[in-house]
């Protein structure tokens, strides 16, 4: 039976000394989560308030609109990860995924706030909501990925990803500031 001294040295193994990552590759690799973040909260606390008081959508066709968006979601997660986990160009596994869909996660969170007409709307919020959730993952998935392929050493993926959940909290914090500018306890 393993102590839990025992355990902790089989996961913190001594290996040989890694070349530790530079500031700059540890603020490189964080800042898009700064973007993704003021994305991610417009996305996740405003849109539907934005589709429900300023379109005047009702509530339950929102409702119904985002459940069988998440429900395509759910049901094609495994396909995608299928899809990362076996695609191989002479760019690696990652970087073709973050080039083709990075630009059209960007581009669906801009085009879901603006239907072109009333009676589209519910179709627009379905159709731009699949392809947004769809594309956020296929973004941040090998992004992720590539963000453990970085460096072998524990400790330099651990202050990787602080600097990726940093820039995150950055980005929340800013866009609580726009959207609540003058909002006092």
């Not at 379109?55 to 929102?62: E, H, Q, R, Y």
């Not at 049901?75 to 990362?84: A, K, V």
């Not at 695609?87 to 801009?110: D, E, F, H, M």
């Not at 072998?152 to 929340?172: A, K, N, V």
Request: glycine share 8%.
């Amino acid at each position: 039976m393993i102590n839990g001294e025992e355990s902790a040295s089989l996961i913190h193994k001594e290996s040989t000394p890694q070349k530790k990552l530079s500031l700059v590759t540890k603020i490189v690799f964080g800042l898009p989560a700064f973007a993704y973040a003021i994305n991610f909260g417009l996305y996740g606390i405003y849109l539907l308030v934005y589709f429900n008081n300023t379109l005047g959508v009702s509530i339950d066709g929102l409702n119904e609109t985002i459940s069988i968006g998440m429900m395509f979601i759910v049901l094609s997660f495994p396909i995608f990860g299928w899809l990362l986990d076996n695609s191989a160009t002479r760019w690696g596994r990652r970087k073709p995924w973050l080039v083709i869909c990075a630009p059209i996660y960007y581009i669906s969170n801009l085009t879901i706030w603006f239907p072109p007409n009333e009676s589209l709307t519910l179709v627009w919020l379905g159709v731009w909501n699949v392809i947004a959730l769809s594309s956020s993952y296929l973004v941040l998935t090998p992004y992720s990925s590539l963000g453990v392929e970085i460096s072998p050493d524990f400790e330099e993926r651990s202050s990787l990803f602080s600097y990726f959940q940093g820039f995150f909290m950055m980005g929340f914090a800013f866009l609580s500031f726009i959207l609540f500018p003058g909002y006092e306890r």
